[in-house]
Each structure stands twice: as C-alpha cells, then as structure tokens.
C-alpha cells in the first residue's frame, strides 16, 4: 500500500543544520514535495524535486533523494527561530492527484 | 494574486447541526481538492473536483458528506448531522487545469477548523 513516513519530532539550536527525513513506499511518484505548517496556519509549498533528480537546492533547502531506498530528507541551512513549524513531505503515489502525506514532523529551533 | 481562500477560518457545531465550508480556488484553477487533518496527523484525502464534476471521491465517508464545484461559485463541503468525531481541519486546495503548471503542484488554502461540541 501507499505509505510516507516521517520522524515525529527534531530539536534543533539557532544556526545549526536541520535534517528532515521520509520515506515513502511508492516508487512510480513523480514529483516529492515538502510543504510548512505553521501553528494555525494552511501548507506552504517550500519545495519539491522530480523524481528523475538527485538533489535539488534552493537557497537554504537542500533535498535530497535517494529512489533506491525510497528515502526523501530536506536540510535547512543555518536554521532559524522562523523555521520552527511541522514539515510534511508528500507524495502523488501512483494517482496523479491524490497526495499522500506523511503524519509531520515538529521542528523546534532553540535560540 | 489571491491565493487559495477559504471560509469560515473557524466553525463551531453543536452534534446533529450541518457545516458548510467553502473554498474559492486561485484565478486559473478548475481543480479543486478537499483533504481533512485530525489533530496531530498528516492530511488525508476527501475527494477532487473539477467544475460541476467530481472526479474521485474515494477519501470521502459514505454518509453525511458531500461536496460540490458549481459552474458559478466556491466549492462547498458538506457535513450534515455532524458529530464530535469530525472536528478537524478542512484544507482546500487548487491546480490549474491539465497540465499548465508542469510541476502538477497543489496550492493550499489556509483551512477551516470545525470544532464539533
């Protein structure tokens, strides 16, 4: 079946690196995405990488892919108090609209 | 422009009473997808509409749940009778028709927390 799993929690200091994982059970998926949940807030697109790709950068994201062991992660450079928020990565599967999100995982960034 | 919007932010029901929540897709957008988040989990898919269609409503309970994407107008979720187990949050979200964004990307709206008392 379809399945993304994510670490629950991550306790980061300011200015240190954040290592976020998933993995998912689907290997025909497209595209990956990352998306931020704010407290009390909608999902904010923060990346996404096309599954032909090892790794996509974009500012202080990096995302990495490894599709042999279905193994997503997104760094976040030079982490800051802003980042803290619940990080989902989500996946299409194998429907071209029905994403499948992982359960989040917490991100708290000490000062 | 607009993003994805919706209404209300927050709704409150007494058990049997009916909630409706709206989304109003961004400009452009024809598809239309509804998912449900219960506390300290991850989205879940309800069902994807396109105007006047619905595509797949497989995430959606049988019963006591509907949704529609007229021609003119937001779409609309549907809950009658509800009871205490559907207090979560309500995502919309919108992508442009076919496959104009190559990144098949949906844009999330910022949700409705229905709390059932």
């Known amino acids: 079946g379809e399945d993304v799993e994510q670490s629950l929690f991550l306790s980061v200091r300011e200015g240190d690196s954040s290592v976020i994982n998933c993995t998912y059970t689907?290997?025909?998926?497209?595209?990956l995405y990352w998306y931020k949940q704010e407290p009390g807030a909608g999902l904010q697109l923060l990346t996404y990488i096309f599954s032909n790709m090892d790794m996509k950068q974009d500012q202080r994201l990096t995302v990495l892919l490894n599709k042999k062991d279905k193994h997503l992660s997104l760094r976040i450079a030079d982490t800051q108090t802003g980042d803290s928020a619940i990080y989902f990565c989500a996946e299409y599967g194998d429907s071209s609209y029905k994403l499948i999100f992982g359960s989040g995982t917490r991100l708290l960034v000490r000062p | 422009n607009a993003g994805v919007m919706q209404n209300p932010r927050h709704l409150v029901r007494r058990r049997g009473q009916e909630a409706r929540l709206r989304c109003s897709p961004m400009k452009g957008h024809s598809h239309v997808y509804w998912y449900r988040q219960l506390p300290e989990e991850g989205l879940k898919f309800m069902v994807y509409?396109?105007?006047?269609?619905?595509?797949?409503e497989s995430g959606m309970p049988k019963e006591r749940f509907s949704a529609e994407f007229p021609k003119e107008g937001p779409s609309i979720l549907r809950i009658q009778q509800v009871v205490r187990g559907d207090s979560a949050a309500y995502f919309c979200a919108s992508s442009p028709p076919g496959l104009a964004d190559s990144t098949d990307t949906q844009y999330f709206g910022p949700g409705t927390r229905l709390t059932v008392l």
């Open positions: 509409l396109q105007k006047e269609n619905i595509i797949d």
């Open positions: 689907d290997s025909s998926s497209t595209y």
